[in-house]
């Protein structure tokens, strides 16, 4: 289940939010660059369920060190601890 109220959490959140997650900073994460400037983020969430692997793209889209968007692609369902971290924001 998809709780856009998680995904929309993130959008115009400094991408140190991001960088310092505990969840995004423990999965691999793959990096690639229009040619407008918009980083794209895919933070890889694989599990292996019932011997067959199961992909969740975090997809995550940031201009100017900020989140413009996060998406999710595949197999996914949200959490609520998917949200930008208490602890990051009283960092600011």
Not at 2 to 25: C, N, R
Not at 73 to 81: L, S
């Amino acid at each position: 289940m998809i709780d856009q109220k998680v995904l929309d959490a993130w959008i115009g959140a400094p991408v140190e939010f991001l960088d310092s997650h505990s969840f995004f900073a423990s999965v691999p994460v793959f990096k690639t660059y229009t040619e407008n400037g918009i980083e794209i983020r895919n933070y890889k969430n694989r599990k292996w369920i019932n011997g067959t692997s199961v992909t969740c793209n975090n997809m995550f889209y940031i201009k100017d060190k900020k989140v413009l968007e996060y998406v999710l692609v595949g197999r996914c369902k949200t959490m609520p601890y998917l949200v930008p971290e208490k602890r990051t924001l009283n960092l600011n």
